[in-house]
Protein backbone atom coordinates (compact mmCIF):
# COMPACT_ATOMS: atom_id res chain seq x y z
CA UNK A 1 0.00 0.00 0.00
CA UNK A 2 2.85 2.37 0.91
CA UNK A 3 4.66 1.40 -2.62
CA UNK A 4 1.50 2.46 -4.38
CA UNK A 5 1.37 5.84 -2.67
CA UNK A 6 4.70 6.29 -3.51
CA UNK A 7 4.71 5.94 -6.70
CA UNK A 8 0.95 8.09 -7.14
CA UNK A 9 3.04 10.64 -5.71
CA UNK A 10 5.62 10.15 -8.64
CA UNK A 11 3.57 10.53 -11.20
CA UNK A 12 1.92 13.63 -9.85
CA UNK A 13 4.68 15.50 -9.59
CA UNK A 14 6.13 14.09 -13.04
CA UNK A 15 3.47 15.28 -14.68
CA UNK A 16 2.68 18.71 -13.04
CA UNK A 17 6.36 19.21 -13.81
CA UNK A 18 5.52 18.24 -17.40
CA UNK A 19 2.89 21.17 -17.77
CA UNK A 20 4.23 23.70 -15.76
CA UNK A 21 5.51 25.64 -18.97
CA UNK A 22 3.97 27.47 -21.78
CA UNK A 23 4.87 26.75 -25.19
CA UNK A 24 5.68 28.96 -27.93
CA UNK A 25 4.92 27.72 -31.93
CA UNK A 26 6.62 29.83 -34.37
CA UNK A 27 5.73 30.41 -37.56
CA UNK A 28 8.54 28.48 -39.50
CA UNK A 29 7.22 25.00 -36.93
CA UNK A 30 9.86 25.56 -33.66
CA UNK A 31 8.85 24.90 -30.39
CA UNK A 32 10.49 26.97 -27.36
CA UNK A 33 9.06 25.65 -24.16
CA UNK A 34 9.53 29.11 -21.75
CA UNK A 35 7.63 30.59 -18.84
CA UNK A 36 5.84 33.94 -20.55
CA UNK A 37 5.95 37.06 -18.50
CA UNK A 38 4.87 39.88 -20.51
CA UNK A 39 3.21 40.16 -24.31
CA UNK A 40 3.14 43.98 -25.55
CA UNK A 41 1.73 45.32 -28.41
CA UNK A 42 4.62 43.97 -30.58
CA UNK A 43 6.82 41.73 -28.59
CA UNK A 44 6.90 38.95 -26.17
CA UNK A 45 9.61 38.61 -23.06
CA UNK A 46 9.97 34.88 -21.68
CA UNK A 47 12.59 32.86 -19.83
CA UNK A 48 13.05 29.50 -20.59
CA UNK A 49 11.96 26.62 -19.06
CA UNK A 50 14.44 24.88 -16.44
CA UNK A 51 16.14 28.28 -16.37
CA UNK A 52 14.02 30.38 -14.22
CA UNK A 53 17.07 32.40 -13.17
CA UNK A 54 18.59 32.90 -16.55
CA UNK A 55 18.27 35.95 -19.08
CA UNK A 56 15.22 37.33 -20.23
CA UNK A 57 14.57 36.74 -23.94
CA UNK A 58 12.37 38.98 -26.35
CA UNK A 59 10.72 38.04 -29.68
CA UNK A 60 8.61 39.90 -32.08
CA UNK A 61 4.79 38.77 -32.37
CA UNK A 62 5.09 38.65 -35.92
CA UNK A 63 6.88 35.85 -35.81
CA UNK A 64 4.82 33.77 -33.43
CA UNK A 65 1.93 31.34 -34.17
CA UNK A 66 0.78 30.45 -30.86
CA UNK A 67 1.20 30.46 -27.31
CA UNK A 68 0.01 27.87 -25.26
CA UNK A 69 0.00 28.24 -22.12
CA UNK A 70 0.47 25.75 -18.68
CA UNK A 71 -3.19 25.99 -17.72
CA UNK A 72 -4.29 24.90 -21.25
CA UNK A 73 -5.32 27.88 -23.34
CA UNK A 74 -4.12 29.25 -26.20
CA UNK A 75 -3.34 32.68 -27.83
CA UNK A 76 -3.03 32.52 -32.14
CA UNK A 77 -2.04 36.00 -33.20
CA UNK A 78 -3.19 36.45 -36.54
CA UNK A 79 -1.55 37.19 -39.71
CA UNK A 80 -0.70 41.48 -40.14
CA UNK A 81 -3.33 42.69 -42.92
CA UNK A 82 -1.59 44.15 -45.88
CA UNK A 83 -1.00 47.23 -46.12
CA UNK A 84 -4.07 49.29 -48.40
CA UNK A 85 -2.96 49.98 -52.35
CA UNK A 86 -1.37 52.71 -53.63
CA UNK A 87 -4.16 54.52 -54.53
CA UNK A 88 -3.74 55.31 -57.95
CA UNK A 89 -2.98 59.37 -58.57
CA UNK A 90 -4.99 60.96 -61.07
CA UNK A 91 -3.24 63.11 -63.39
CA UNK A 92 -4.23 66.52 -63.50
CA UNK A 93 -5.64 66.75 -67.39
CA UNK A 94 -7.16 70.26 -67.02
CA UNK A 95 -7.30 71.98 -69.89
CA UNK A 96 -5.56 68.89 -71.97
CA UNK A 97 -8.13 69.62 -74.84
CA UNK A 98 -8.19 73.12 -75.17
CA UNK A 99 -6.47 74.90 -77.90
CA UNK A 100 -2.91 74.91 -77.71
CA UNK A 101 -1.14 78.31 -76.46
CA UNK A 102 2.07 79.88 -77.64
CA UNK A 103 4.40 82.16 -75.73
CA UNK A 104 4.12 82.86 -71.96
CA UNK A 105 0.64 81.99 -71.40
CA UNK A 106 1.48 78.36 -73.03
CA UNK A 107 4.11 78.20 -69.98
CA UNK A 108 1.89 80.00 -67.33
CA UNK A 109 -0.46 76.50 -68.43
CA UNK A 110 2.19 74.07 -67.92
CA UNK A 111 3.75 75.38 -64.85
CA UNK A 112 0.21 75.22 -63.49
CA UNK A 113 -0.86 72.15 -64.30
CA UNK A 114 2.81 70.59 -62.75
CA UNK A 115 1.57 72.50 -59.81
CA UNK A 116 -1.68 71.19 -59.79
CA UNK A 117 -1.10 66.81 -60.09
CA UNK A 118 1.98 67.61 -57.36
CA UNK A 119 -0.41 68.80 -54.56
CA UNK A 120 -3.00 65.80 -55.90
CA UNK A 121 -0.01 63.43 -55.25
CA UNK A 122 1.19 64.62 -52.01
CA UNK A 123 -2.80 65.03 -50.36
CA UNK A 124 -3.08 61.42 -51.91
CA UNK A 125 0.23 60.23 -49.58
CA UNK A 126 -0.96 62.11 -46.71
CA UNK A 127 -4.36 60.32 -46.81
CA UNK A 128 -2.56 56.53 -46.80
CA UNK A 129 -0.20 57.82 -44.35
CA UNK A 130 -2.77 58.20 -41.88
CA UNK A 131 -4.87 55.08 -43.05
CA UNK A 132 -1.65 53.14 -42.18
CA UNK A 133 -1.18 55.20 -38.61
CA UNK A 134 -4.69 54.63 -37.85
CA UNK A 135 -4.68 50.94 -38.55
CA UNK A 136 -5.28 49.04 -35.25
CA UNK A 137 -2.79 46.61 -34.28
CA UNK A 138 -3.79 43.12 -34.53
CA UNK A 139 -4.45 41.07 -31.53
CA UNK A 140 -4.69 37.85 -30.17
CA UNK A 141 -7.37 35.51 -30.01
CA UNK A 142 -7.65 33.72 -26.73
CA UNK A 143 -9.62 30.07 -27.20
CA UNK A 144 -9.75 26.65 -25.47
CA UNK A 145 -9.78 23.89 -27.35
CA UNK A 146 -13.29 23.17 -28.21
CA UNK A 147 -16.11 24.96 -26.68
CA UNK A 148 -18.02 22.68 -24.03
CA UNK A 149 -18.44 23.51 -20.42
CA UNK A 150 -14.58 22.60 -19.58
CA UNK A 151 -11.32 22.28 -22.35
CA UNK A 152 -10.90 18.47 -23.73
CA UNK A 153 -7.87 17.01 -21.99
CA UNK A 154 -6.11 13.93 -22.98
CA UNK A 155 -5.37 12.72 -19.82
CA UNK A 156 -5.98 12.07 -16.16
CA UNK A 157 -4.11 11.25 -13.11
CA UNK A 158 -6.58 10.13 -9.76
CA UNK A 159 -6.04 7.99 -6.35
CA UNK A 160 -9.53 6.52 -5.23
CA UNK A 161 -10.59 4.87 -1.60
CA UNK A 162 -13.14 2.50 -1.03
CA UNK A 163 -14.12 -0.81 -0.17
CA UNK A 164 -12.81 -4.12 -1.94
CA UNK A 165 -14.90 -7.81 -1.32
CA UNK A 166 -13.45 -11.40 -2.50
CA UNK A 167 -15.83 -12.86 -4.78
CA UNK A 168 -14.24 -16.59 -3.05
CA UNK A 169 -14.57 -17.37 1.28
CA UNK A 170 -10.99 -17.09 2.31
CA UNK A 171 -9.81 -19.30 4.80
CA UNK A 172 -9.64 -17.18 8.09
CA UNK A 173 -9.71 -14.00 5.96
CA UNK A 174 -12.58 -11.62 6.30
CA UNK A 175 -14.55 -11.20 3.44
CA UNK A 176 -14.51 -7.72 3.19
CA UNK A 177 -11.62 -4.77 3.49
CA UNK A 178 -10.41 -1.31 2.09
CA UNK A 179 -9.72 -0.49 -0.95
CA UNK A 180 -6.93 2.09 -2.94
CA UNK A 181 -6.80 2.38 -6.07
CA UNK A 182 -4.91 4.68 -8.71
CA UNK A 183 -5.43 4.87 -12.23
CA UNK A 184 -3.85 6.82 -15.35
CA UNK A 185 -5.74 7.22 -18.53
CA UNK A 186 -4.79 9.36 -21.49
CA UNK A 187 -6.38 9.01 -25.11
CA UNK A 188 -5.35 9.09 -28.48
CA UNK A 189 -8.60 10.26 -29.25
CA UNK A 190 -12.16 11.08 -27.73
CA UNK A 191 -12.84 8.00 -27.22
CA UNK A 192 -9.94 5.74 -27.34
CA UNK A 193 -6.79 5.17 -25.32
CA UNK A 194 -5.16 3.64 -23.08
CA UNK A 195 -5.20 2.81 -19.49
CA UNK A 196 -2.99 1.82 -16.30
CA UNK A 197 -4.56 0.58 -13.07
CA UNK A 198 -3.07 0.29 -9.69
CA UNK A 199 -5.37 -1.94 -6.81
CA UNK A 200 -4.68 -2.65 -3.79
CA UNK A 201 -7.16 -4.44 -1.29
CA UNK A 202 -6.88 -4.85 2.15
CA UNK A 203 -8.37 -8.01 4.15
CA UNK A 204 -8.15 -8.39 8.35
CA UNK A 205 -7.72 -12.14 9.91
CA UNK A 206 -10.73 -13.03 11.22
CA UNK A 207 -9.07 -14.71 14.63
CA UNK A 208 -6.97 -11.85 15.38
CA UNK A 209 -6.99 -8.17 15.06
CA UNK A 210 -3.43 -8.23 14.02
CA UNK A 211 -1.59 -8.45 10.51
CA UNK A 212 -3.72 -8.61 7.12
CA UNK A 213 -3.94 -9.84 3.78
CA UNK A 214 -3.38 -7.58 1.31
CA UNK A 215 -3.94 -8.45 -2.41
CA UNK A 216 -1.97 -5.84 -4.93
CA UNK A 217 -3.01 -5.97 -8.85
CA UNK A 218 -1.35 -3.65 -11.36
CA UNK A 219 -2.86 -4.07 -14.86
CA UNK A 220 -3.16 -2.05 -18.48
CA UNK A 221 -5.28 -2.10 -21.24
CA UNK A 222 -7.26 0.11 -23.82
CA UNK A 223 -9.25 2.98 -22.56
CA UNK A 224 -13.09 3.56 -23.73
CA UNK A 225 -14.77 7.01 -22.83
CA UNK A 226 -17.52 9.09 -23.95
CA UNK A 227 -18.56 12.44 -23.03
CA UNK A 228 -21.97 14.00 -22.39
CA UNK A 229 -23.50 16.91 -20.73
CA UNK A 230 -21.28 19.54 -23.04
CA UNK A 231 -18.23 17.71 -21.54
CA UNK A 232 -19.07 17.47 -18.27
CA UNK A 233 -19.63 14.00 -17.21
CA UNK A 234 -17.18 11.00 -19.42
CA UNK A 235 -17.31 7.51 -19.03
CA UNK A 236 -14.90 5.20 -19.05
CA UNK A 237 -14.74 1.82 -19.73
CA UNK A 238 -11.66 -0.61 -19.66
CA UNK A 239 -10.23 -4.44 -19.97
CA UNK A 240 -7.21 -4.81 -18.93
CA UNK A 241 -4.50 -7.50 -18.44
CA UNK A 242 -1.24 -7.68 -15.79
CA UNK A 243 -0.32 -9.54 -12.54
CA UNK A 244 -0.97 -9.65 -8.86
CA UNK A 245 0.63 -10.20 -5.80
CA UNK A 246 -0.31 -11.05 -2.19
CA UNK A 247 1.22 -9.67 0.90
CA UNK A 248 0.31 -11.45 4.44
CA UNK A 249 1.08 -10.55 7.99
CA UNK A 250 0.49 -11.66 10.81
CA UNK A 251 1.76 -10.84 14.71
CA UNK A 252 5.24 -12.53 14.19
CA UNK A 253 5.78 -12.91 10.81
CA UNK A 254 5.35 -11.28 6.83
CA UNK A 255 5.34 -13.22 3.52
CA UNK A 256 4.89 -12.15 -0.18
CA UNK A 257 3.84 -14.50 -2.30
CA UNK A 258 5.01 -15.47 -5.78
CA UNK A 259 4.16 -12.59 -8.76
CA UNK A 260 0.56 -14.61 -10.56
CA UNK A 261 -1.23 -13.47 -13.77
CA UNK A 262 -4.28 -11.08 -13.33
CA UNK A 263 -7.05 -9.51 -15.30
CA UNK A 264 -9.66 -7.15 -14.91
CA UNK A 265 -12.55 -5.04 -15.87
CA UNK A 266 -13.84 -1.88 -14.54
CA UNK A 267 -15.49 1.17 -14.73
CA UNK A 268 -15.94 4.86 -13.86
CA UNK A 269 -18.02 8.13 -14.07
CA UNK A 270 -15.65 10.92 -13.94
CA UNK A 271 -17.35 14.34 -13.21
CA UNK A 272 -15.39 17.44 -14.07
CA UNK A 273 -15.85 19.96 -11.70
CA UNK A 274 -13.11 22.58 -13.40
CA UNK A 275 -10.77 22.66 -16.04
CA UNK A 276 -8.29 20.44 -14.24
CA UNK A 277 -10.28 18.22 -11.61
CA UNK A 278 -12.71 15.64 -11.35
CA UNK A 279 -14.27 13.46 -9.06
CA UNK A 280 -14.98 9.71 -10.15
CA UNK A 281 -17.03 6.80 -8.84
CA UNK A 282 -15.00 3.55 -9.47
CA UNK A 283 -15.67 0.08 -10.41
CA UNK A 284 -13.35 -2.73 -10.72
CA UNK A 285 -12.90 -6.20 -10.87
CA UNK A 286 -9.90 -8.55 -10.54
CA UNK A 287 -9.35 -12.09 -11.41
CA UNK A 288 -6.10 -13.64 -10.24
CA UNK A 289 -5.01 -17.03 -8.24
CA UNK A 290 -2.08 -16.90 -6.29
CA UNK A 291 -0.40 -19.84 -5.36
CA UNK A 292 -3.49 -22.07 -6.01
CA UNK A 293 -6.00 -20.09 -4.01
CA UNK A 294 -8.77 -17.75 -5.74
CA UNK A 295 -8.03 -13.70 -4.63
CA UNK A 296 -10.58 -12.33 -6.81
CA UNK A 297 -11.87 -9.37 -5.89
CA UNK A 298 -14.50 -6.73 -6.48
CA UNK A 299 -13.34 -2.71 -5.82
CA UNK A 300 -15.75 0.15 -5.71
CA UNK A 301 -14.22 3.76 -4.79
CA UNK A 302 -15.02 7.30 -4.80
CA UNK A 303 -11.56 9.20 -6.39
CA UNK A 304 -10.34 12.50 -7.41
CA UNK A 305 -8.07 12.75 -10.60
CA UNK A 306 -6.08 15.56 -12.32
CA UNK A 307 -6.57 16.25 -15.92
CA UNK A 308 -4.10 17.85 -17.97
Aim: charged letters at 20%.
Amino acid sequence: MKKMLFIFVLLVVAVSAMNAQDVITMKNGDEIKTKVLEISANEVKYKKFGNANGPTYTILKSEIFMIKYENGEKDVFNKTSPKPAEAEVKENTEGAEKPARTGAATQRAQRDNTSSATQGQQQNRSTQSRAVAERPEPKAVSYQENTSAWPYRKAYIGIGFGGAFLSEDYSNVESSGTLLDIKFGYLFTENIGVTVNMLGGTFGWESSSEGSVNISCFTAGPLFSTAIADGKVEFDGRPMIGFAQEHRTGKSYSYNSKISFATGVGGSVRFNLSSRFSLSGNMDYSYTKIEGDDDSFLGISVGINFRF
